[in-house]
């Protein structure tokens, strides 16, 4: 017997087979009946053939909020947030089709569009006998809540825009390279976007503009780059970049839903945000009348460093207009 076994049983450390007699010990327990509010529930719901993934917490018999990931993560960015709102709401949070733990079919056998992920999302509503809700946007989220919206005013109490863009004022040059693929989807200007997938333009969007970087955890650009780089996702994203081009067509009714319908809004904005730029969160104070405006120090992904900030002002508000 090698010597590094013979060490390894004479310390107890190993059991041979052949020579030490083995116990096994069966453990068993009576299974684990989940009480606590905000204890996360991983799930899914099949929706026209593709598998949406979603977070669920808090009691269904509480007032829902809807929360709506941005690009390129998933309800991920949502991880800490969702168990402080579960103690007094129930909470949601979709994964889109092609991110997350979501379902992806290829780009040519799916419709990659925010009308038809809006419409993913208001479906899982409906199986969830959804009939009222808040709705936290950011980044992505912002055109497919907003298409929510208007297919249903009603239906929405109020808004949390986080980074989320309904005016032309908060398309500045980043947009450039999107605006000449709107123009002309041609291939080479879809090439031209392709670097907007690589780990290192998914790491600056996450600690761009961040007063301290090391309070972003990097699990969030590793496991972004992970699902950017599986084959095909890069043509699932080109979609949805070209068809981010028909939510400007759309600013204008939003806009009018606003006024008429006046939502009461919680506004907490990333100002060194490049991407949504502060320009983007004014305008809201022409159509909103019930808004709480905050302009915070940090990029995009505001969660990563006012996290509990957010989610105490979230608190408050919800008991708010659900009062």
Same mark, same amino acid.
């Given at each position: 017997?090698?010597?590094?076994?013979?060490?390894?049983?004479?310390?107890?450390?190993?059991?041979?087979?052949?020579?030490?007699?083995? &116990?096994?010990?069966?453990?068993?327990?009576?299974?684990?009946?989940?009480?606590?509010?905000?204890?996360?529930?991983?799930?899914? +719901?099949?929706?026209?053939?593709?598998?949406?993934?979603?977070?669920?917490?808090?009691?269904?018999?509480?007032?829902?909020?809807?929360?709506?990931?941005?690009?390129? &993560?998933?309800?991920?960015?949502?991880?800490?947030?969702?168990?402080?709102?579960?103690?007094?709401?129930?909470?949601?949070?979709?994964?889109?089709?092609?991110?997350?733990?979501?379902?992806?079919?290829?780009?040519?056998?799916?419709?990659?569009?925010?009308?038809?992920?809006?419409?993913?999302? &208001? &479906?899982?509503?409906?199986?969830?006998?959804?009939?009222?809700?808040?709705?936290?946007?950011?980044?992505?989220?912002?055109?497919?809540?907003?298409?929510?919206?208007?297919?249903?005013?009603?239906?929405?109490?109020?808004?949390?825009?986080?980074?989320?863009?309904?005016? +032309?004022?908060?398309?500045?040059?980043?947009?450039?390279?999107?605006?000449?693929?709107?123009?002309?989807?041609?291939?080479?200007?879809?090439?031209?976007?392709?670097?907007?997938?690589?780990?290192?333009?998914?790491?600056?969007?996450?600690?761009?503009?961040?007063?301290?970087?090391?309070?972003?955890?990097?699990?969030?650009?590793?496991?972004?780059?992970?699902?950017?780089?599986?084959?095909?996702?890069?043509?699932?994203?080109?979609?949805?970049?070209?068809?981010?081009?028909?939510?400007?067509?759309?600013?204008?009714?939003?806009?009018?839903?606003?006024?008429?319908?006046?939502?009461?809004?919680?506004?907490?904005?990333?100002?060194?945000?490049?991407?949504?730029?502060?320009?983007?969160?004014?305008?809201?104070?022409?159509?909103?009348?019930?808004?709480?405006?905050?302009?915070?120090?940090?990029?995009?992904?505001?969660?990563?460093?006012?996290?509990?900030?957010?989610?105490?002002?979230?608190?408050?508000?919800?008991?708010?207009?659900?009062?």
């Amino acid at each position: 017997m090698p010597k590094i076994f013979q060490t390894l049983l004479a310390a107890g450390l190993l059991a041979s087979t052949l020579a030490v007699p083995v &116990t096994t010990l069966a453990l068993t327990a009576d299974p684990i009946e989940i009480t606590e509010p905000n204890q996360v529930q991983f799930r899914s +719901e099949t929706i026209d053939g593709v598998k949406i993934a979603y977070r669920e917490a808090g009691d269904p018999d509480n007032p829902t909020v809807l929360l709506l990931h941005g690009f390129p &993560t998933s309800s991920h960015m949502f991880r800490n947030l969702i168990p402080e709102l579960a103690e007094r709401f129930h909470v949601l949070a979709p994964d889109y089709p092609g991110f997350g733990a979501s379902g992806m079919l290829p780009a040519a056998e799916f419709e990659y569009s925010f009308a038809n992920i809006a419409d993913m999302m &208001t &479906t899982l509503l409906d199986r969830k006998g959804v009939d009222r809700y808040a709705v936290y946007m950011m980044d992505y989220g912002a055109p497919v809540g907003y298409r929510m919206f208007a297919a249903d005013p009603e239906r929405v109490s109020g808004f949390i825009i986080q980074n989320g863009n309904a005016y +032309e004022e908060g398309l500045l040059e980043f947009w450039d390279p999107l605006r000449a693929y709107w123009a002309d989807p041609s291939v080479e200007n879809g090439d031209a976007l392709r670097g907007f997938l690589t780990l290192d333009i998914t790491k600056w969007q996450f600690t761009h503009g961040t007063q301290n970087p090391e309070l972003v955890s990097p699990d969030n650009y590793w496991h972004v780059q992970y699902l950017l780089d599986r084959p095909g996702n890069q043509e699932v994203q080109l979609e949805l970049f070209l068809d981010y081009g028909t939510n400007l067509a759309e600013y204008p009714v939003w806009q009018g839903l606003f006024r008429d319908y006046q939502p009461p809004a919680l506004l907490m904005w990333g100002k060194n945000d490049q991407i949504f730029p502060e320009a983007g969160a004014y305008p809201y104070q022409r159509d909103l009348n019930d808004l709480e405006f905050y302009i915070l120090d940090t990029g995009h992904f505001a969660l990563e460093e006012y996290g509990p900030q957010i989610a105490a002002r979230m608190v408050d508000f919800l008991d708010r207009i659900n009062n």
